[in-house]
């Protein structure tokens, strides 16, 4: 029996081996007679499927594979088996015949074998049969790799004649796109160039810069009499004084470099650009602004140089204010920033603490209307750290850093400490209204972040508050401005200067402590100071800073005075009583309020017109025609549309419990509004405003195109 059962397992290993080597076709009889495809299983899923549908199965485990009819039968060799042909001819060529009659001669050598032993004749006729087939194949091979070596060719053409033509495509694409964009370039060049490549905003306007022109000196003289009248800025030089400037032997005007003359003229364009706007010529300084523009951007074609960095620097300031002027935040901020830039590379310490200055008290204006609302520290006093400093982005903040520095000149640390003042003030406001809005317990007010109201400025004042508190600042830079006057004898009397301090000076004061809340002497003095030098020089609202804000809110502490005096006075009844007697000195005080006040709100009425509408201060009511009813106050200040700035809104609201106060507030947000929906109205029909609108769309491409150029050179 182990005998028997060993042969068993010898034959079943056996047949096993067998198995092994003989190759099975891929797909079962059955699915290969359907040309069905087989996954090559055992059964197939085919079969399994057949066998339980007849069955009606629902499942093949348990049953043997022999009762599904799926055969494999061994495959049939139709062809040379992959890999050994290749094994054949390596093995050929390493023992140095020729691969394919190896090859054949092998094939051949194998089917003679199997026949009868031939004799010598026999042998020589079959040698020569053999040479005659490995010619045949020889030669067929020769053929074959003939044709296929001239399909690869034609293949090769056809590739080649293909990528040629996709390339002439792409040319003829590429040649017609280019002729287009030169055609739109020739029509917006037209449009913005002379015949000789000239932006045509600077051909047309050139004549301005001469000293000897009419117009541009009377562009200049407003500019002068307005933004630069509390700046106090160099004259831009002529020619001839850059070349001495220089200091190069035999140097001519002809002998300027192109981008030194470009940052000139820029510099130049700036000023009568701010004449233009401040005369209300829209139109042309918008053009002139274009002009400086493209001054700028030939200028930085190439490093800018120490000799013309302060006019590079100040030309950025006065794009900054003119866009200040037009409303355009973002831009400012952004021309604001590219200025800072190239004041940190200036060389003369006066210059950058004077253009410092000068934008510190740009900066506390945009204090004002944004409310403070940034979270900022520290400050240093070297120019070159304040321009720098990544926390004087958006404004000047904290200590005053020109008015810290000794040796900057006298008139940039007075203009300093005021900037100072106000944002000290601004942050106070912020306090105050934040109180009232917890007292009053109004949820629908505007949020007031804390970082407002604790800011680097108040905490650098509370720190030193013998030095930095408003009422000091105010009086330091009054007697820094009186030295310099002191030491610079000349014909301008600083009116701008002095305009902000007086009212400072009222709005810093505690009121007669006598009578509560009532105003003083010196404050009523303060308050018609500002006015009058207001109503003497209307120019002086267009400072680049707080001066227009200040001024509106002189004139409503104004109103304030006349209300107190009208109410003092009993009412209508005693207004007619005193006219009836004669009057007397309170009456002619009244009076003279009065008309200043009625001369310096038409002012204020006609300059907050023209300015946009995130811009404007207080529109103030004026007094009634007729004498109200008793009760009621001679200037109903209720009526106010309240400017968006806290710090100015406090003016307004001084009177009025908190509860009021919160609710003024509230409404004057929904006025605001409606006055913005309502002048959008006014725009889009006046024709005016939209050739304006469209001229101011065109120029604004230009602007970008500069600040596009200036990021990717400050970055590198």
């Known amino acids: 029996m182990s005998d028997a059962n060993e042969d068993d397992e010898r034959k079943h290993s056996r047949e096993q081996i067998d198995k092994q080597q003989i ?368 926390r004087n982005q958006n404004w000047i903040q904290g200590a005053p850093p020109v008015f810290l520095n000794d040796e900057a000149p006298l008139r940039a640390r007075s203009l300093d400490a005021l900037a100072c003042a106000v944002r000290t003030c601004c942050d106070q406001a912020n306090g105050r209204f934040a109180a009232i809005s917890k007292e009053a317990k109004a949820d629908n007010m505007e949020p007031i972040p804390q970082e407002t109201i604790i800011t680097p400025t108040t905490t650098a004042v509370l720190s030193h508050e013998n030095e930095l508190c408003s009422r000091n600042m105010v009086l330091s830079a009054f007697t820094l401005l009186q030295q310099y006057e002191t030491v610079t004898p000349n014909s301008h009397k600083n009116q701008g200067m002095h305009l902000v301090m007086s009212a400072m000076d009222a709005f810093l004061d505690n009121g007669d402590e006598d009578e509560t809340g009532g105003f003083t002497d010196s404050q009523i003095q303060s308050l018609l100071s500002v006015s009058n030098i207001v109503i003497e020089n209307p120019l002086l609202l267009h400072h680049a800073g707080p001066t227009y804000h200040m001024v509106s809110n002189a004139a409503v502490m104004l109103c304030h005075l006349l209300n107190s005096m009208y109410m003092m006075k009993g009412g209508a009844e005693g207004i007619r009583d005193e006219q009836q007697q004669g009057g007397g000195m309170e009456a002619a005080m009244f009076e003279e309020i009065l008309d200043t006040f009625t001369a310096v709100r038409k002012l204020l009425v006609i300059h907050r017109r023209n300015l946009p509408i995130k811009l404007r201060c207080h529109s103030i009511p004026r007094p009634s025609l007729v004498l109200p009813e008793d009760g009621k106050p001679f200037i109903d200040l209720g009526e106010t549309l309240l400017c968006a700035c806290r710090g100015c809104q406090g003016f307004v609201l001084m009177a009025c419990s908190p509860v009021v106060a919160a609710q003024k507030a509230q409404a004057a947000a929904t006025k605001r509004s409606v006055e913005a929906a309502r002048e959008a109205q006014v725009e889009a029909a006046d024709e005016v405003d939209k050739e304006l609108d469209v001229l101011s769309h065109d120029f604004n491409l230009d602007d970008d195109a500069l600040l596009g150029m200036l990021s990717q050179l400050i970055s590198s």
């Not at 399909?151 to 080649?160: G, P, R």
């Not at 003369?348 to 209307?369: C, H, K, P, R, V």
Request: proline share 5%; aromatic share 8%.
């Open 23 to 390: 190759a099975l076709c891929a797909s079962c009889d059955r699915c290969r007679a359907r040309k069905t495809k087989c996954d090559g299983r055992k059964p197939c899923g085919n079969c399994a499927t057949k066998y339980m549908k007849k069955h009606k199965l629902t499942s093949t485990e348990g049953i043997d594979v022999s009762e599904f009819c799926c055969v494999y039968s061994p495959a049939k060799r139709r062809g040379p088996v992959p890999g050994r042909a290749g094994q054949t001819r390596k093995a050929s060529e390493a023992f140095g015949g020729p691969p394919t009659t190896a090859r054949y001669g092998n094939d051949w050598t194998s089917q003679g074998g199997g026949g009868p032993t031939p004799g010598s004749a026999g042998m020589s006729g079959f040698g020569n049969h053999h040479q005659q087939q490995d010619t045949y194949f020889d030669s067929q091979q020769v053929a074959i790799q003939q044709q296929l070596n001239l399909i690869q060719q034609l293949q090769a053409q056809q590739m080649s004649q293909l990528q040629q033509q996709q390339q002439q495509q792409q040319q003829i694409q590429q040649q017609q796109q280019q002729q287009i964009q030169q055609q739109q370039d020739q029509q917006s060049n037209g449009a913005v160039t002379d015949s000789n490549g000239v932006p045509k905003t600077i051909a047309a306007h050139t004549h301005l810069l001469e000293l000897s022109d009419p117009d541009g000196s009377r562009l200049r003289a407003y500019y002068r009499l307005s933004v630069d009248e509390v700046f106090g800025f160099p004259p831009t030089p002529t020619d001839e004084e850059y070349c001495s400037r220089l200091n190069i032997t035999g140097m001519t005007p002809r002998m300027i470099p192109g981008t030194h003359l470009a940052a000139l003229s820029a510099a130049r364009f700036a000023e009568v650009s701010l004449g233009a706007i401040v005369h209300n010529e829209t139109s042309l300084a918008m053009e002139l602004c274009n002009a400086v523009v493209h001054c700028l951007k030939e200028s930085v074609q190439e490093p800018v140089q120490p000799p013309y960095m302060f006019e590079i620097a100040r030309s950025y300031f006065l794009l900054a204010v003119f866009r200040a002027f037009r409303g355009d935040m973002v831009r400012y901020f952004k021309y604001r920033r590219v200025c800072l830039t190239y004041v940190s590379k200036l060389e003369d310490a006066a210059n950058a603490t004077t253009l410092i200055a000068a934008i510190s008290f740009l900066d506390a204006w945009a204090y004002m209307i944004y409310n403070a609302d940034e979270t900022k520290y520290n400050v240093k006093c070297n120019p070159g750290c304040i321009a720098s400093d990544p």
